[in-house]
């Protein structure tokens, strides 16, 4: 064809293979890593096949009907909370006009920054009998003990009450970026067919953001499934204080995962439920046309009210228990100097940048592997390994330790037969172990954001940079690195943070006198030591501050219609 | 013979069972532009990256510059082949700098001769005060000026351009087309420029290949294939057609306007004739054209450089031949502002120079 250009092929770099040679690297890697992320799943639905024990006869008998009956109520009580809190919440400070609602944007989601139980533990400090509050009431009144009825803080009312506290963001923020992604063209024509702005937001706003309305109330829910410490203080028997002590109490291992399994039920029903919702927003979407919103200004009593309304969640979800943590941890002040606590940060801080840097390393890989084989089966192993953002941390590990066990069992015996020499635990009680668990239960977490970093750069700029003379290894370092650095950065701190505040999986998974602030702060209030707690308790939600500021820059940054303004 | 910048010989591509370019050949001469121009899905983009080296080389052979750089079983890498690659999104790297990112290509040369080329081909493209802006900063059709830049700047023997202006709007594109043509003439490089737009097509290239379903449907100049369409499809992509249907007779088809020779069609063969808009031509009813038709005018509008016409022909059954039945709906196109009014009998000729005569299509 081309007879004037003689091919010198020898002066070329040979640089490809044929296809033969080629290997699916990434396709195994995700495959094989989706695998490994799902074994504590496999292994606690795996225990229903097991044989069913006396123990669990005996679970079955006695609490397993209190600890679904304590869940339901739990989830009714915390769905209905946080839908109260969370919707007036994000309608007024989207789209109304009232002194503070700057600030309300923001301050709203700080509750989020502590975990549950620390607020559990602050408010039964506040309100037993020898807190500040009755103290107050009987010295004002002269009452003293048996003279007046007080709600007791430990039980399934105030369990309720904590954990709408410190959930209800999750629907605010969902419901607000509804609010805020909502076309005006839908709020507009509501208005020129003749309903007010009250009646548009009940008939046209409200029904639009139901989706996402329900896909927050699913997060809330699975986080209310998870928790343990709130429940375990509060005297809630739910199913995650059942794995605990039919694991550690009663030491009947499988039991102990049939339980989870019977956890993992409920936490599928309400991933069912989030993911719905998530199908649902994609034809909730109006119209492309997006404008900033027309905000209605409120005045006099108005104003008030809408004051009150987003005050009252951010007052008691943050600022009450946080100041009394404060003011405890100043009248405890000698501890910060307690070389205990060193060590308690430095445990801490291992655990915590162990878990964010596997799990960053683990989301990159499985990101590049989604980017550069998009194939069905490279996008059911990241949707599977992704999972575990629903499973309680106490499933993950018990579905974690019992393969651990087996598996130094096995190698122990492995290597008495062949070496005559145990090796003991290798895995169990490491935190090797521990790592894993965090691995499984973020991965989620680190996964998302990293991905949609990974998207913004296109595959056309990876062909400029080809064109342009850079080799895929310096596409990798001039392009991917700067570009990513930015959402690797901020994943990490999210994982880190994430890993500070968990409690469940870390308490039953650490190596043994292995304490980070969050194992010290449940082992105090367990000890009815809550002054003492409030040195950890506060520097977790000093921790969890981060993830929050970081939110409301994202939040403030990604406003529809404000960006061509 | 004519040295080689560009060669794409018997080139197929297939992604899984979908065979998307069917043994395509092309060549592209230094300084020479080239639009692969068809609808979209036709594999014209495939061809481009087959020839960047983004999409890997399946069957045949691409040359660059007279050496093989695909074969089967021995590939080049984009980076080692010296091309220029402007992409349909630009795909500017949003963390560098307008110069930086024209730099990227540069990193072999020294850092004074590298600043010295970027604010040469800046210039040239008329960006040099841009040089410390970011991408964001940038309108559209700014941004597409840099990733011409970015392209150019290497001085790559051979330019790829994927539908560069589909990005901008109407009036932009305009300016910036011409802007480029003149900035890939003076080059020198060998422009092989892919476009689903037939104007823009006609616009740009030294020579046109027209593409559908993965196969080169006819390629020559501009003027060649506009008014020599090897096909219906050639005939039709490039504009709005009248079309008829009727039979050879004695070496013509005919037409209400007149006989079409058909050269080459037995006698008895269906026929479909293509007519463009512009070989109607319209005259004052009584004015006493011989081989014209009458017709009615529905309506008309003036389109700006040209006016459109919609027309009732008024004609009986006798000059249709084959018994068709009359009151056809046509479309002329005079220049100029010519609009007759509604209900106006009009003569109507025709020049044969822009009708087209093809087999009919169930018969191909």
Request: hydrophobic share 50%; proline share 6%.
């Amino acid at each position: 064809m081309f007879s004037a250009a003689p091919v010198p092929i020898a002066s070329r770099p040979l640089t490809l293979g044929s296809h033969a040679l080629r290997f699916d690297v990434w396709g195994v890697w995700a495959v094989v890593f989706a695998a490994l992320v799902a074994i504590p799943i496999l292994v606690v639905l795996g225990s229903l096949l097991m044989p069913f024990t006396d123990a669990w006869a005996h679970l079955a008998a006695t609490v397993l009907p209190r600890y679904v009956a304590n869940s339901v109520w739990l989830m009714l009580g915390v769905g209905l909370g946080v839908v109260l809190l969370g919707v007036p919440t994000a309608w007024l400070v989207t789209m109304t006009r009232f002194p503070g609602v700057r600030i309300f944007e923001w301050a709203l989601i700080l509750p989020l920054a502590s975990p549950a139980y620390v607020i559990g533990y602050t408010y039964t400090g506040l309100l037993d009998y020898v807190g500040p509050v009755q103290s107050t009431l009987r010295a004002v009144f002269g009452w003293s003990a048996g003279d007046y009825w007080f709600p007791d803080m430990r039980s399934l009312g105030g369990a309720i009450i904590v954990m709408t506290l410190v959930f209800y963001p999750y629907v605010y923020l969902l419901a607000r970026a509804a609010f805020l992604n909502q076309s005006v063209c839908a709020l507009e024509a509501s208005r020129t067919l003749g309903r007010t702005a009250w009646q548009s937001f009940a008939h046209v706003a409200l029904p639009l953001a139901r989706p996402a309305i329900v896909g927050g109330v699913a997060l809330a829910l699975m986080e209310t499934l998870s928790d343990f410490g709130t429940v375990q203080y509060f005297g809630v028997d739910t199913f995650t204080t059942g794995i605990y002590r039919t694991w550690l109490g009663i030491g009947e291992p499988v039991a102990a995962l049939q339980l989870a399994a019977i956890l993992l039920v409920f936490v599928f029903a309400v991933l069912l439920l989030e993911q719905w919702s998530r199908g649902e927003q994609r034809y909730h979407h109006t119209s492309r046309y997006y404008r900033r919103l027309p905000t209605y200004p409120l005045h006099g009593m108005r104003a008030g009210s809408a004051w009150v309304i987003c005050a009252f969640p951010v007052a008691f979800g943050f600022l009450v228990p946080a100041a009394a943590l404060a003011v405890w941890t100043v009248e405890n002040a000698a501890l910060a100097l307690d070389p205990g606590f060193h060590q308690l940060l430095s445990n801490t801080l291992i655990l915590a940048a162990g878990g964010a840097a596997t799990t960053i390393l683990a989301a990159v890989l499985l990101a590049y592997a989604l980017r550069l084989r998009g194939s069905m089966l490279v996008r059911a192993a990241a949707r599977m390994a992704t999972l575990g953002y629903a499973i309680p941390g106490a499933v993950v590990a018990v579905g974690i330790l019992l393969p651990c066990v087996w598996l130094d069992n096995w190698i122990d015996a492995a290597a008495r037969g062949l070496f005559g020499v145990g090796t003991g635990l290798l895995l169990s009680g490491t935190l090797v172990a521990v790592i894993f668990a965090y691995l499984v239960r973020f991965l989620a977490v680190a996964f998302n954001p990293i991905e949609a970093g990974l998207g913004r750069i296109t595959l056309s700029m990876d062909g400029a940079a080809r064109v342009l003379g850079a080799s895929p290894a310096a596409t990798l370092m001039r392009v991917h690195a700067p570009l990513m650095a930015g959402s690797v950065l901020t994943t990490a701190i999210l994982v880190l943070v994430e890993v500070i505040k968990e409690l469940p999986a870390t308490l039953l998974m650490r190596p043994f006198n292995f304490d980070t602030l969050a194992i010290r702060t449940y082992q105090l209030a367990a000890d009815e030591r809550l002054a003492e707690a409030a040195l950890p308790s506060l520097t977790i939600v000093a921790v969890g501050i981060v993830p929050v500021i970081l939110l409301s820059l994202a939040i403030a940054r990604s406003r529809p219609g404000d960006a061509g303004a | 013979m004519q040295p080689i910048a560009l060669g794409i010989a018997d080139v197929s591509h297939a992604y899984g069972e979908r065979t998307v370019v069917r043994g395509v050949t092309l060549t592209v001469a230094p300084g020479e532009l080239v639009c692969l121009v068809g609808p979209s899905g036709c594999g014209k983009t495939t061809l481009l990256r087959i020839a960047a080296g983004l999409e890997e080389l399946q069957h045949g052979r691409v040359v660059i510059d007279g050496c093989a750089v695909a074969e089967p079983g021995y590939v080049v890498p984009p980076e080692a082949r010296g091309v220029g690659f402007v992409f349909q999104d630009y795909a500017l790297f949003p963390h560098l700098t307008v110069a930086r990112n024209v730099a990227f290509g540069l990193h072999r040369l020294p850092a004074g001769e590298r600043a010295a080329r970027v604010r040469d081909v800046l210039s040239k493209v008329g960006m040099a005060e841009y040089a410390e802006a970011y991408p964001h900063q940038l309108s559209g059709g700014q941004q597409q000026r840099v990733a011409l830049a970015r392209a150019l700047a290497p001085r790559p023997r051979v330019v790829l351009l994927d539908e560069p202006f589909s990005g901008l709007d109407t009036r932009l594109r305009e300016q910036i087309r011409d802007d480029t043509l003149h900035v890939l003439k003076d080059s020198g490089a060998a422009t092989l420029m892919v476009t689903h737009d037939p104007e823009e097509a006609m616009f740009m290239a030294d020579r046109l290949a027209v593409m559908r379903a993965g196969r080169i449907e006819q390629e020559g100049t501009p003027v060649d294939i506009y008014t020599r369409p090897a096909t219906a499809f050639v005939a039709s992509f490039f504009g709005q057609l009248n079309e008829l249907v009727g039979v050879v007779r004695g070496g013509a088809v005919y037409t209400p306007f007149g006989a079409v020779a058909t050269p080459g069609l037995g006698d008895g063969t269906t026929v479909d004739v293509l007519i463009r808009p512009e070989g109607l031509r319209l005259s004052a009813a009584d004015s006493g054209v011989s081989s014209a038709v009458a017709a009615q005018v529905m309506t008309a509008r003036l389109l700006g450089r040209s006016s459109w016409i919609h027309l009732r022909l008024l004609t009986g059954d006798a000059a249709w031949g084959e018994g068709h039945v009359g009151h056809f709906h046509f479309h002329a196109r005079v220049p100029g502002r010519y609009l007759p009014r509604e209900g106006e009998i009009l003569q109507v000729g025709l020049d044969p120079t822009q009708a087209f005569v093809f087999p009919a299509k169930d018969a191909r």
